[in-house]
């Protein structure tokens, strides 16, 4: 396993922008495809988004549009960036090697 450590979550407006990184203990960023999952309270983790080692990505019905998912591999950081946040965004958002490895969560806030 490797230690993911995701920041830059926060409390926003609807509407708001946020741009989550998530930042790798080893080099894995560029051999493993990777995700974004969240949880709010009381539901199940879901998924969010994802980007292959070739740079494909996909996303959940709920996000698509407004999110986007990319990678840099000479940093070893994987970026959410979120735009017109919606309450129901609401929730912990957890960086994934899609494999073995989550990182501990950042928590994202949307209210007014």
């Given at each position: 396993q490797v230690q993911l450590?995701?920041?830059g979550g926060g409390l926003v407006q609807p509407g708001g922008t946020l741009r989550l990184s998530c930042v790798?203990?080893?080099g894995i960023?560029?051999?493993?495809?990777?995700?974004?999952?969240?949880q709010a309270p009381g539901k199940?983790?879901?998924f969010v988004a994802?980007?292959?080692?070739?740079?494909?990505?996909?996303?959940?019905?709920a996000v698509k549009g407004r999110f986007t998912i990319s990678r840099d591999n000479p940093k070893n950081t994987v970026t959410?960036?979120?735009n017109s946040?919606?309450?129901?965004?609401?929730?912990?958002?957890?960086?994934?090697?899609?494999f073995d490895s989550w990182g501990q969560g950042t928590q994202v806030t949307v209210s007014s």
């Amino acid at each position: 396993q490797v230690q993911l450590v995701e920041s830059g979550g926060g409390l926003v407006q609807p509407g708001g922008t946020l741009r989550l990184s998530c930042v790798a203990s080893r080099g894995i960023v560029s051999i493993y495809d990777m995700g974004w999952y969240r949880q709010a309270p009381g539901k199940q983790r879901e998924f969010v988004a994802s980007i292959t080692t070739g740079g494909s990505t996909n996303y959940a019905d709920a996000v698509k549009g407004r999110f986007t998912i990319s990678r840099d591999n000479p940093k070893n950081t994987v970026t959410l960036q979120m735009n017109s946040l919606k309450p129901e965004d609401t929730a912990a958002y957890y960086c994934t090697n899609l494999f073995d490895s989550w990182g501990q969560g950042t928590q994202v806030t949307v209210s007014s």
